[in-house]
């Protein structure tokens, strides 16, 4: 992978965790989120976070490369789909109607917050 490659997955991750991350968590998943909501599979993104680290490390940027090795803390949240289903399922089953509570009220806490940046927040490929 090059560091061009690396750059743009790690600025799509950063992306995800921003705008989709705490809202699959909060909203659904409660600490099991289908793997198939990655933006790429845990190893690419490893891969990417660890060159892109390395990077910022040899520039001299330590802040920076720590800050991305702790952008991969919540890849450990998402399992495979099915295990994040059949939890989710649990969840309902046990907590009925209050899970079905919690799970409303959040939903009316996220409406007006973005999935993705919106057009006046969005940076042009490569810009930083």
Do not use: C
């Not at 409660?30 to 910022?56: C, D, H, R």
């Not at 090795?69 to 046990?94: G, Q, R, W």
């Amino acid at each position: 992978m090059t560091i061009q490659e690396a750059k743009k997955i790690m600025e799509i991750w950063g992306e995800h965790l921003e705008f989709r991350h705490a809202k699959l968590m909060t909203l659904f998943f409660v600490g099991s989120i289908p793997e198939s909501f990655l933006p790429y599979p845990n190893e690419v993104l490893w891969e990417a976070i660890n060159i892109m680290g390395k990077f910022y490390f040899d520039m001299g940027d330590y802040e920076t490369s720590e800050f991305l090795k702790s952008t991969l803390d919540p890849t450990a949240f998402y399992v495979e789909d099915e295990k994040a289903i059949d939890h989710f399922i649990e969840l309902l089953n046990m907590q009925g109607l209050e899970a079905k509570n919690i799970i409303l009220s959040k939903l009316k806490e996220q409406r007006h917050k973005p999935w993705s940046p919106t057009p006046d927040t969005q940076r042009p490929v490569g810009e930083t």
